[in-house]
């Protein structure tokens, strides 16, 4: 089978990997892979935007089967496209409809989606530019802590925490009238503050039948106990100790059931992942978010936990037999600690050389924003590396982690040292 890979990041690493290690004979290409991807794929070099050019590159390669990584992809219709071209007849895609992924593409179809179906999330108001005066008076009736989304997507950066009224405002003024966050900015979602301990949960659904992948933690701010600027993730843990059977029971009846129904009552053509960033209020999970993929950096975690060939999976999700999948998990624990530029979430700076990549022995390395310079191994990106671990306890893991961290090195190398602080 030939198979191709939307995205080129770290979770599209350990999506390669794992089907690398498959019992299917596979051939794997990926569009404009990072240099750790290039030792197990086949690279294509071209705008995954251009649709005229996927195509071109599907029927080039005789690609069957195609796994879509980030969202932003799917929010522009790839799996309608390729589902509804003639010339594509029988490609199959792991990756929701165009209708499907507004899940994440708005914020507010999201929250409208949840309240048609019952399933618990914060309160909430929506303004754009018409009604900033109704979003300030909303502001000003309101009891901090304010939390201020653009509705659309904003690579995980577009939540904005503050305690002031004046500073909510400031910050809405500037996401509406300044376009903080671009296009994605055009509408903001003002929400009630949750308090509780945050999760990430992965279901893996056919159109028909789902399962629930290891669920996980992820640590999205750039600072120290959770302090600073979010980004797209700087870490990760699986499994979460604090999620008893009790709390999975809630979240399976009280949301993932609901979503699941609420895809298909809505007719939405739904294969893939669905990623639900819950909170726990006081024993009662409620939805932050919805993705409309695997997370990052969540997926280097749940992966190497499934001891399922991957491709089984992939291939029982197209034919719509899931159901049929008996889900075994590893229960070690499994840790990421990013590596990032100095800089990021804002500017930074690339194409430093990282050394000490071969030291590495203990610890499963993915690439993010990694490039090949004159055969050497060169920063790309804001998050450059995924340091992934195992072990009987999450302490143990991320002491690994830790050890493989001090043998790499680039200019700036930059990362938090209490990922799972809170745990």
């Known amino acids: 089978m030939n198979l191709l890979i939307i995205g080129s990041g770290a979770r599209e690493h350990a999506f390669a990997a794992k089907i690398h290690d498959s019992n299917h004979q596979v051939n794997i290409f990926m569009i404009n892979p990072n240099a750790g991807c290039l030792e197990i794929v086949t690279p294509l ?5 251009n649709f005229n050019l996927l195509k071109e590159s599907v029927l080039s390669n005789s690609i069957s089967l195609v796994l879509v990584g980030p969202e932003i992809p799917l929010i522009h219709g790839v799996a309608d496209f390729i589902i509804n071209e003639p010339d594509l007849v029988g490609v199959k895609v792991i990756g929701p409809s165009k209708k499907g992924s507004m899940l994440e593409g708005s914020k507010e179809f999201a929250k409208n989606f949840m309240n048609k179906y019952s399933i618990p999330t914060a309160l909430y108001s929506s303004f754009d530019k018409t009604t900033l005066d109704q979003g300030i008076e909303f502001i000003n009736n309101s009891d901090s802590p304010f939390v201020l989304k653009a509705d659309g997507p904003a690579a995980g950066k577009g939540v904005i925490i503050v305690e002031s009224k004046d500073e909510a405002i400031y910050y809405l003024k500037d996401m509406l009238i300044n376009s903080k966050f671009g296009k994605s900015s055009e509408k903001v979602i003002i929400e009630e503050f949750l308090s509780g301990i945050e999760m990430s949960c ?33 870490g990760s843990i699986s499994p979460v100790d604090f999620l008893d059977e009790n709390l999975k029971n ?42 409309v993929r695997m997370g990052d950096p969540e997926t280097q975690v749940v992966l190497p936990r499934i001891k399922n060939d991957f491709m089984d999976l992939l291939i029982s ?22 590596l990032a530029s100095k800089g990021y979430p804002e500017d930074y700076k690339k194409g430093f050389e990282i050394s000490g990549l071969n030291e590495v022995d203990d610890s499963i390395v993915f690439h993010a924003g990694t490039s090949l310079n004159n ?3 060169v920063t790309n990106g804001g998050r450059v590396l995924s340091i992934v671990s195992s072990g009987k306890t999450m302490k143990e893991a991320l002491k690994k982690s830790y050890k493989s961290i001090s043998k790499i090195n680039f200019e700036g190398k930059t990362f938090r040292q209490d990922i799972g602080f809170d745990l």
Do not use: W
């Not at 992948?213 to 600073?228: C, Q, T």
């Open 45 to 49: 070099s071209f705008d995954v935007s």
């Open 202 to 234: 992965f279901v893996l659904f056919d159109g028909v039948n789902y399962k629930i992948l290891p669920y996980a933690k992820d640590y999205k701010r750039i600072g120290e106990a959770d302090k600073g600027l979010n980004t797209g993730g700087m």
């Open 250 to 291: 809630k979240i399976k009846k009280d949301i993932i059931e609901p979503t699941i129904n609420g895809l298909i009552s809505e007719n939405i053509n739904y294969v893939g992942f669905i990623f639900i960033g819950l909170i726990n209020v006081n024993g009662q999970p409620k939805v932050i978010e919805y993705n």
């Open 317 to 338: 999700c197209t034919n719509q037999n899931l159901d049929k999948v008996n889900l075994e998990f590893d229960s070690e624990y499994y840790t990421n600690v990013v």
């Open 375 to 377: 055969d050497k191994i």
